[in-house]
């Protein structure tokens, strides 16, 4: 059974940081992503990483940064400078396709998890 599991997610103030991790049981995958959705909107990437390659939306703006343990099955984002814009639910995904590259859209994901709630106050 593959479950994927945040944590991490709280209320910080603008200009705050928070780590958010991801664990992931039942199996492993290369390919591993980030999104956000904010009420009344939709979902949208965030960061990305396979391989030890990572991708990252022009929303981050170079401040969040995708990292993996692969010892403890794990993945990581960790948001620095954080804006009220940033304020959504994060979810972790995974791509469980053997072939193609990065994926940017939802659709593109087998697994998600749960969510964390992030909430940036002004």
């Known amino acids: 059974q593959v479950q994927l599991v945040e944590s991490g997610g709280g209320l910080v103030q603008a200009g705050g940081s928070l780590r958010l991790s991801c664990v992931v049981s039942g199996r492993t995958f290369e390919k591993m992503g980030w999104f956000r959705q904010a009420p009344g909107k939709e979902r949208e990437f965030v960061a990305a990483?396979?391989?030890?390659?990572?991708y990252y939306g022009d929303v981050v703006k170079g401040r969040f940064t995708i990292s993996k343990d692969s010892a403890k099955n794990t993945v990581h984002l960790q948001m620095n400078s954080l804006k009220p814009e940033a304020t959504a639910v994060y979810y972790c995904?995974?791509?469980?396709?053997?072939?193609?590259?990065?994926?940017?859209?939802?659709?593109?994901?087998?697994?998600w998890g749960q969510g964390t709630q992030v909430t940036v106050s002004s």
């Open positions: 990483i396979s391989s030890s390659r990572t």
């Open positions: 995904a995974a791509d469980s396709s053997r072939y193609g590259g990065y994926r940017t859209s939802p659709s593109g994901y087998d697994y």
